[in-house]
């Protein structure tokens, strides 16, 4: 496995432990999820967890609507595999997939919302994947797209490097013997859109009402959850 996919493959040992030191993260995911503002505990729903990872969104998703039924999909086996040994209920299925090819995977919408954490930052084309789950959301239905997109001011950034080269890399190299997965998210942070810019491209994909929402703590100007809604046809 290559790309981002094989840099989680081989860099995530350990992950559970190092996002759980992380104050807020998990937080944060089930804040997100709640954000779909879905009726009913979601009873009824089926909705998408794109780039579940081990599973902390997957979790925060079923914390934030129970009843609904969840896809959890995923690139990397190894991330997959350390979902699946976790318990679920019925309602909850992963299923191992690239993001740019569900359909051969036999994922297919239309879902009534999804949940797109950390995901699409690491895309090769996030035009591209933003339009692919426009495509899978049902008329009407929300999408959260929850990651790192740090503003351009220069005080921000200099908060990144910090906080990467002082305590992100150093510890996902001493978790998992290899600090090359931690460098891409350094590396990939400061490449992605500023939140304008991601405001922007969401409406370039033909979501409606798009808006971004902080988060709390020290992250607050650096990941926020961005909404967005398919329009009615």
């Not at 971004?212 to 046809?233: E, I």
Request: with cysteine; glycine share 10%; aromatic share 6%.
């Amino acid at each position: 496995m290559t790309g981002v996919p094989g840099l989680f493959d081989h860099g995530g040992r350990g992950y559970d432990a190092l996002v759980a030191a992380n104050p807020g993260y998990h937080r944060h995911l089930t804040r997100a999820a709640h954000l779909l503002d879905l009726p009913g505990g979601g009873a009824g729903l089926h909705l998408l967890d794109l780039g579940c990872g081990t599973g902390a969104s997957t979790r925060a998703l079923h914390r934030a609507l129970p009843a609904a039924t969840i896809t959890a999909v995923d690139g990397s086996s190894r991330m997959l595999d350390r979902a699946r040994r976790k318990r679920w209920p019925r309602t909850v299925h992963f299923v191992h997939a690239d993001a740019r090819h569900l359909p051969e995977a036999g994922v297919h919408g239309p879902f009534d919302g999804i949940l797109a954490a950390y995901l699409l930052r690491n895309l090769p084309d996030p035009d591209h994947g933003l339009r692919l789950l426009h495509d899978l959301l049902r008329p009407g239905a929300p999408l959260a797209v929850h990651d790192y997109s740090l503003p351009r001011r220069l005080p921000d950034r200099l908060l990144w490097h910090a906080i990467c080269w002082t305590v992100i890399i150093p510890a996902g190299g001493l978790a998992t013997g290899s600090t090359d997965l931690y460098r891409h998210l350094w590396r990939s942070a400061l490449r992605f859109d500023s939140p304008p810019e991601l405001l922007a491209r969401m409406r370039r994909a033909g979501l409606a009402r798009p808006r971004a929402v902080p988060t709390t703590g020290w992250q607050r100007t650096l990941t926020h959850t961005f909404l967005g809604t398919r329009p009615h046809d």
